[in-house]
């Protein structure tokens, strides 16, 4: 079975430095994990925070 040996809740502002981001993660073998989030802070200049879980799993 393919336990998950890390956690991380990437987030950020919602633009294309976000998204590389995640494909970073993506591109390093992390899986997507659950569905994405999105926050609506009026008090910010770029009111959208966004967040997306990944995960890595352990290898048999």
Not at 25 to 50: A, C, Q
Request: charged fraction near 30%; proline fraction near 2%; charge should be negative.
């Amino acid at each position: 079975m393919n336990e998950i040996a890390e956690y991380k809740l990437l987030t950020g502002e919602d633009n294309s430095e976000f998204c590389d981001r995640v494909t970073e993660f993506l591109n390093k073998g992390w899986e997507l994990y659950g569905s994405p989030i999105m926050h609506t802070d009026s008090s910010r200049k770029n009111n959208r925070i966004v967040g997306q879980a990944v995960v890595r799993r352990n290898k048999d």
